[in-house]
């Protein structure tokens, strides 16, 4: 049966590793995947999907940030509960992390399926651009960080960095990667304001600060593609992203070790954070085809099976949710983050704060980047009181 | 008297007296009822709750609204709008008075000159906002290839410089409306009565005076056509913002509808999402109702 | 007669007779013709940029300034945004997309004008109580967000049951095309005489009658206008095609938003800018081919307030 | 004989302004009726009503003994003609004609048998395939009378038909109703404010003010007796001259002490003792010269303004301190300056109470 | 004395179309020139040539000796009153009185001065405070007045300032347009197809057809001595009699073979010979009845229409089976079906050309 799939899935990398979902759960089950990609996540593809499936005519599958987003749409019964159909597949014995399951589960229910980890835990630094001043490539922020005086004066750009979102997952790395995970788990997960107000918290919001001194609106690029070019160009030393950029790294030929370095948790944390996507199925209408709600399942399974997650998260750059498949294919960035995996995986923002208190931090952030004005105390501040009233 | 038994019944009378016109405004009654009143009261019923994804929350009183006015964002949005607006109405009004006096002085191309004034209106604000964007770009555009030919100096950063970055959605936004205001403005002078400008002449009033004190008062209609266009165009304005800045640098343009658009889809919190539209809509409300009253009311119609 | 002439007169060459000399140059006409040329770049500076741009390689674009012409135009980048650039995972360019916006365009045109028509019409000459409040919230409602009704406008049209469908998004752009062509569509048939109106009831017309023999014949000018107004804003519009349509439907903006907002790894501004000038060329065209008309016709719509 | 049109108590509000309060008027089978007032009286209001095109606030209309009240414009049995011609301007002069026909499902050739009476009638034959963008004027007008023409029908409404013709069409046109009616003999009912068109065309004036009817009589009874100072006001041009003064007996003094003996006035009312009134005597019953030698009331006077207006002439003068407009041939030489005797009977004047203003 | 406005050779071409063509006219110092003539005949053509609101074609334009062909209006001592009133509709009166002399920067007091005296003179003192939309027609029309009377011009030129007027309204401010021009003395040129206004105001009329100017008089030749067809048709209302037929001697045989013996008429030229004429009369000069007896001319008719006017009568009768109106006064009492006599003094009619047109 055809089975329409929903996705924001529309980069290079992204596009790629998509593909493979659909290759295989063609190949596997012979049903056709009926692709129906949005650009433009949050704004562009959020609205869309939300209300075709409130509008009653909802996709077969489609892809969600893991994390609460969907929370209201399940208790409203909209979205089909997966317990029978991977009942036999002994889920909790595979997937790496349990916390990644916690936000499928409600009432006792399953309803949705995490497919990849991905971690914005990456310092991404440029090869050439070190060449240039003659140093090494550091090993770890604080050797980044006192490499900046020198790229400055070679005119090179410390940090590179792409307008609008991608600074919003900043300082969840900064977080992480000199706060510690007890600080991420305290904020993140326990709501702790007094944590934010810790001198702790007080070193990220500082390097935050320091960060935002080097980055200016001139030489912000448009999107964060442009700043993988910049890497490898040289005219960038390094950037906080995503584990996705690598998938555009790579579509653009550079190879990690030669032309770029990662350093996950900024070369000082023990641990990832990290969130996924995951794949909601929602209740289609009476009179749907019984063969697409069994192609619904069908998918559902394939999506998690050993295949699927190595061809994907090969090509996207993420690290699969499974333990038990071989990653020796994977690159050596990949590498290091599976080693981190193994000491656990701390929660991230969008998997225990909700969209509404992310979105607000993310107004923070960016006006935190953005408004000199702003000092640390403030921005201590007003996270604490978001974080207070977040639920 | 005779007649007194075949006066219809008031019911029957309002039922069935002009029948097929009372069918035809269905459609724009339906739509009135429904969609603009009804949904306007969905809007402020829903802004009073905590709801999340759903509109199916708590009723919290003015929580959400304490909320909005404590957040710098939506303030930011709010000054923004009005900047922005002052400007663009101002602008788009006067650029477009001058370009259809300009057209007016029978000029050699004239249909060449509108069609290219014209042109923008055809295409979406996305399509404006890429362009601009393209165009401002700090290293690709405009100012990159002004230093790349030599002018070092040259600065032309406006979509990355807080200070200035309502100047270029001003730039890409009076690129695309002035034209139509433009032809607007165009129609209105040509309304005017030929006898008008030759008493003018008479009188010895330079033109351009006599376009300021006389055409001008005279073109209240097309000047309430535009006003209501253009307006309505800025309290909307999301897309330009959106595709040109996404409301950056940091959040320097920011405006209410992309706060309410956020809000409600990404940010997964509708009730504040409704109450930043809500006030939305009582803004317009303070501005629209003076205007409505002066139009509709004050003939003393029924 | 001759004997009256006046002392000044006889025919002197330095006499003024006949047409007032005037120089081709004067200082005004320099100056009007000067300030039309600046805003004709300003006008026309974005178009030549989203052309050449679209004609240029990527290696020309990252490296060349953006007023040179492309060294070797080519319309690669056209023939990649038309059919073969990738929104997920179909790389059919934009074409299908133009199909989808046709099939969406022409039926909610000729909705939308019908009813807008009709309102106008019914509200000149068919006044019943009320009508001038209703047209009153009509124009206020034209300055609601659309953000704000999208919710609602789900629900609504989920309990239609037409949800997804063709037929929804024709009535979403029927009800946010309704006060604006109203407010054009009543102002024309209010400065038609109002007495033609009575004479055909006087001849036994009824409302619709009236509407399609006598109205709708002299309203051509209007119609123009409303035409090119609802073509070209539904040509352009994104959220309701994509919410309201179904994904059988979607529109050539969604693909045009999907191919320059993935955020791919080096932007392929050249594929953008072909795909972008593709997808206004629609109205584009139409507002060059019809501009004298559209013009006329906003001056019958809108003079009257 | 039942009336042609009967409008009985007939009120008609917009919002809050009383345009025709109670108003009554029988009209006669083939009559022809004229409204004559200034603008704004509620002329067309009043047509409008009976044709049907404005619902009344209150009262009934009777057509050929019908309650009409509450019937389409259509089952009235009414044609009219509008002002600015109303013509359907996408539509040819035949297709004009026949619309109301068409509209009604009438048989194709009872239309064109119809079309082409009424084009006979109206003298338009060769205009039937033109549209009416190419007529003049008068033609338009004429295609605007076939229109209602063409629909049979009792009455024939027509809203100021000929303001929009510059005056020889006019007069021209004017006659040409005139015989129009001569021939169809039906109901006319014809709104004006020309009172030439009135005098000219009516069997019967009635006069508006403010919605309601002062006067309802021939036009000579109009012209010669008018009831009260507005309707002698409104009709003749120039107006007739008013001289106030009071009135004691036999004799009015004008307010400057002047004494017009009245005796041979036709009072409609005996009266006794003295009150103030207001004298009325139209320009051509002022004689000049030898003429004047005859009259009741004779007095000197200096000529102030002379309009030669080619067959006669008129002249401004002041007589009792009042200014007064006289009119006489243009064969008699008349220059600013000159002095001459001026003479009335009061017989043919008018006499009117200065309070109420009605005719005594 | 110099003229006040001369114009000569004047031509002026809307593209091809040729509008005036070497049209020459003095005009006196206070002269009050009447333009007259049909729509479309280049009436405001050439007043807006004068007041330098059109470039000529050709030809020059002087106003009290100066050649004024290329300044600008306002440099030219003119005044214009237009038929639309052309008020700023925004400014109050007083600003639209003043709003040229304020741009022109002229001192406060002078300017208080000349609106307060323009203002009294027009007798709109009470309405300075308000905006033209609350004015009836004829206020506005004194206030455009007022507009050229503030700047102190010696030509003023009116195009058609009375023809949006009702007609009483329009006959009361002819008076005050003559009083005023009585009272200031400048020039006068007015523009109107009204010929009751060129009649009672001119001191010359000029009547123009295509451009061309067909007689140049004062209003009683005009009236009396039309110097061909046009003119004779033309002015008069109802329009003059023709009778078309031959002349030969001293008959004329009409084209039924009635004879009028035509010796008593003064003719231009001696002429010898038979040839086709055309005669005509004005109907106020066809006597009826008693008065007809002494007529050179005299004959039976029947009376078909009777248009009573208040003062006078106008009826329709045939004259050598063609149809001819008469006027007498509304004392006679007239049907229609009448036999009576007419007769008339060729003395008092016209005689033309058939060929030429011309008057004989
Ligand atoms: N639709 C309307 N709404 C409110 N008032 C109206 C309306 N139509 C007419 N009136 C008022 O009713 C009164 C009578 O109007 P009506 O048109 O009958 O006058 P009229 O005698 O025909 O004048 P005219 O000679 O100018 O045509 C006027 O005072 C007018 O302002
Ligand atoms: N701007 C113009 N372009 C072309 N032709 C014109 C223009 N203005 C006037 N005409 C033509 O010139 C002729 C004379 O026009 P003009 O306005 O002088 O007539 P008029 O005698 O004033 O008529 P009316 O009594 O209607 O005002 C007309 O045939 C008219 O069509
Ligand atoms: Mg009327
Ligand atoms: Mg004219």
Redesign the pocket.
């Given at each position: 049966a055809d089975l329409e799939v929903t996705h924001w899935w529309t980069s290079a990398g992204e596009a790629a590793a998509v593909a493979e979902f659909a290759r295989v759960f063609e190949e596997e089950t012979g049903n056709k995947w009926i692709d129906s990609a949005l650009a433009g996540s949050g704004t562009g593809a959020n609205p869309v999907i939300i209300s075709r499936i409130i509008g009653g005519d909802p996709m077969g599958a489609t892809q969600m940030n893991t994390g609460r987003d969907a929370e209201e749409l399940i208790q409203a019964g909209l979205i089909r509960d997966l317990t029978d159909v991977v009942a036999d597949m002994d889920i909790d014995s595979f997937y790496v992390d349990q916390s990644l399951l916690e936000p499928c589960k409600i009432d006792g229910g399953l309803y949705c399926l995490p497919v990849n980890i991905h971690s914005w835990d990456w310092l991404w630094l440029s090869t050439k651009a070190y060449e240039k001043i003659g140093q090494p490539v550091p090993k770890d922020w604080n050797e980044y960080v006192a490499s900046w005086p020198k790229l400055q004066e070679a005119g090179i750009l410390p940090f590179g960095l792409a307008t609008g979102w991608p600074f919003s997952g900043i300082p969840g790395v900064l977080m992480s990667g000199i706060g510690g995970s007890d600080l991420v788990l305290k904020i993140n997960r326990d709501k702790d304001a007094e944590a934010v107000r810790s001198p702790e918290f007080r070193k990220v919001a500082e390097a935050l600060d320091a960060l935002r001194k080097v980055v200016s609106p001139e030489t912000m690029v448009p999107s964060f593609g442009d700043v993988g070019t910049q890497l490898i160009e040289g005219t960038a030393a390094g950037n906080i992203h995503g584990d996705w950029l690598q998938g555009d790294l790579q579509v653009a030929g550079a190879v990690p070790g030669k032309d770029y370095e990662c350093l996950p948790a900024l070369g000082l944390g023990t641990q990832l954070t990290g969130g996924g996507d995951s794949f909601y199925f929602p209740v289609l209408p009476e009179g749907t085809d019984p063969a697409v709600i069994e192609a619904q399942a069908q998918l559902a399974r394939t999506l998690i099976s050993p295949e699927a997650q190595l061809a994907f998260n090969l090509k996207k750059g993420s690290m699969p949710i499974r333990t038990d498949i071989d990653l020796s294919q994977a690159n050596p960035c990949m590498q290091k983050a599976l080693g981190l995996l193994k000491n656990g995986l701390l929660p991230s923002g969008d998997f225990a704060l909700s969209s509404d208190t992310q979105q607000q931090m993310q107004d923070l952030n960016t006006e935190f980047l953005d408004d000199d004005s702003i000092t640390v105390d403030d921005y201590i501040e007003r996270y604490a009181s978001i974080i207070e009233s977040a639920d | 008297m005779a007649g007194s038994s075949s006066r219809p019944s008031a019911l029957k009378k309002f039922f069935l007296h002009n029948l097929s016109a009372k069918v035809a405004a269905i459609p724009m009654v339906a739509t009135v009822l429904v969609v603009f009143i009804g949904c306007t009261i969905w809007t402020i019923y829903y802004s009073f709750t905590n709801s999340k994804l759903l509109p199916t929350g708590k009723f919290v009183g003015f929580d959400q609204y304490e909320r909005l006015f404590a957040t710098s964002r939506w303030n930011v949005s709010v000054i923004n709008l009005l900047m922005y607006g002052a400007m663009s109405l101002v602008l788009t009004l006067g650029l477009g008075f001058l370009l259809a006096v300009l057209m007016d002085q029978k000029i050699r191309f004239e249909s060449a000159f509108r069609t290219i004034m014209l042109y923008p209106f055809a295409l979406s604000f996305i399509v404006t906002g890429l362009v601009w964007q393209w165009i401002m770009n700090p290293t690709l555009g405009l100012q990159g290839t002004m230093r790349n030919l030599g002018w070092t100096n040259f600065t032309f950063d406006w979509i990355a410089n807080p200070r200035m970055v309502l100047f270029a959605l001003l730039i890409a936004g009076l690129w695309q409306g002035v034209g139509f205001c433009m032809v607007l403005m165009l129609a209105g002078l040509r309304g005017v009565d030929e006898e008008i400008w030759k008493a003018a002449r008479v009188d010895g009033i330079p033109t351009w005076r006599t376009y300021i004190s006389v055409v001008l008062p005279m073109m209240r209609g097309v000047l309430v056509t535009a006003v209501v266009l253009i307006g309505s165009g800025i309290v909307r304005l999301y897309d330009l913002v959106v595709a040109l800045t996404n409301g950056g640098p940091g959040i320097s343009s920011e405006v209410p509808a992309k706060y309410v658009y956020n809000y409600m889809f990404s940010g997964g919190n509708i009730g504040q999402g409704l109450a930043a539209a809500t006030m939305m809509l009582l803004t317009v409300l303070i501005i629209m109702v003076p205007w409505a009253y002066l139009e509709f009311g004050g003939k003393?119609?029924? | 007669m001759t004997g009256s002439a006046p002392a000044t007169g006889g025919n002197t060459a330095t006499d003024p007779r006949g047409p007032r000399p005037k120089p081709f140059f004067t200082p005004k006409k320099i100056m009007i013709y000067t300030t039309l040329v600046f805003f004709t770049l300003y006008f026309l500076f974005p178009l030549y940029v989203m052309v050449v741009t679209s004609l240029k390689t990527m290696p020309e674009i990252r490296f060349g300034n953006i007023f040179a012409l492309p060294s070797a135009p080519s319309f690669d980048a056209w023939v990649k945004a038309w059919t073969s650039a990738c929104t997920g995972l179909t790389c059919n360019g934009l074409s299908p997309g133009f199909w989808n916006s046709v099939k969406i365009t022409i039926p909610s045109t000729i909705v939308s004008i019908f009813i807008a028509a009709v309102n106008g019409y019914a509200l000149v000459n068919w006044r019943f109580k009320g009508s001038e409040i209703f047209f009153a919230v009509l124009i206020f409602g034209s300055f609601i967000p659309y953000q704000v009704m999208l919710y609602p406008l789900v629900i609504l049209t989920r309990s239609m049951g037409i949800f997804g469908t063709l037929q929804a998004v024709i009535v979403i752009h029927t009800i946010f095309g309704m006060p604006i062509l109203t407010l054009l569509f009543r102002n024309y048939f209010a400065s038609l005489p109002q007495e033609l109106f009575k004479a055909a009831r006087v001849d036994g017309a009824g409302f619709w009658r009236i509407f399609f023999e006598i109205m709708l014949p002299m309203s051509l000018p209007i119609f123009v206008v409303a035409l090119i107004l609802q073509i070209t804003g539904i040509w352009n519009d994104f959220l309701f095609g994509v919410v309201f349509a179904g994904p059988q439907n979607y529109p050539m903006t969604v693909q045009l938003n999907n191919i320059v907002n993935s955020a791919q790894g080096t932007p392929e501004y050249n594929v953008n800018m072909a795909a972008t000038v593709l997808t206004g060329l629609v109205p584009l065209i139409i507002y060059f081919v019809s501009g004298k008309l559209f013009v006329r016709g906003v001056a019958a719509g809108a003079v009257k307030g | 004989m039942q009336p042609s049109v009967s409008i009985k108590d007939l009120s008609l509000n917009?919002?809050n302004?009383k345009?025709?309060d109670r108003l009554n008027l029988d009209i006669a089978q083939g009559e022809f009726i004229v409204?004559l007032?200034?603008?704004?009286?509620?002329?067309?209001?009043?047509?409008?009503c009976i044709a049907g095109l404005?619902d009344v606030s209150d009262g009934q209309i009777f057509i050929n003994g019908k309650n009409v009240t509450w019937e389409e414009p259509k089952d009235r049995g009414i044609g009219m003609v509008f002002?600015s011609y109303a013509l359907y301007p996408q539509m040819t002069v035949e297709r004009n004609l026949s619309f109301g026909l068409r509209v009604a499902g009438m048989p194709k050739d009872e239309i064109n048998r119809r079309v082409a009476r009424a084009a006979e009638i109206l003298q338009i034959q060769p205009l039937l395939n033109r549209k009416p963008a190419n007529l003049s004027g008068g033609q338009r007008q004429r295609v605007a009378i076939g229109r209602a023409l063409v629909r049979d029908v009792d009455v024939f409404l027509f809203?100021?038909p000929l303001s929009n013709l510059d005056a020889k069409l006019r007069s021209d046109l004017r006659v040409e109703i005139k015989r129009l009616h001569a021939r169809l003999k039906n109901t006319m009912i014809y709104?004006?404010?020309d009172q030439i068109e009135a005098l000219t065309l009516a069997d019967r004036i009635a006069i508006?003010k403010n919605?309601v009817i002062q006067q309802l009589a021939d036009p000579h009874t109009i012209y010669n007796k008018p009831v009260n100072l507005y309707v002698a006001g409104f009709i003749g041009s120039p107006s007739m001259n008013f001289i106030s003064g009071s009135l004691d007996g036999a004799t009015f003094t004008a307010d400057d002490g002047t004494k017009i003996p009245v005796g041979a006035y036709d009072f409609a009312a005996q009266r006794t003792g003295a009150s103030k009134a207001v004298l009325g005597v139209r320009p051509e019953h002022i004689l000049l010269g030898d003429a004047a030698q005859g009259m009741p009331f004779q007095t000197q006077a200096e000529i102030e303004i002379v309009e030669p207006m080619g067959s006669e002439t008129l002249a401004w003068t002041k007589v009792a301190g009042i200014p007064v407009t006289f009119r006489c041939s243009s064969d008699i030489p008349l220059h600013a300056g000159d002095k001459v005797t001026v003479g009335f009977d009061i017989a043919r004047g008018s006499l009117f109470d200065a309070k109420s203003e009605n005719r005594l």
């Open positions: - | 003393g119609r029924k | - | 917009f919002g302004v345009v025709l409204l007032g200034p603008s704004g009286c509620g002329k067309s209001t009043l047509l409008n404005l002002q809203d100021e709104v004006t404010h508006m919605g």
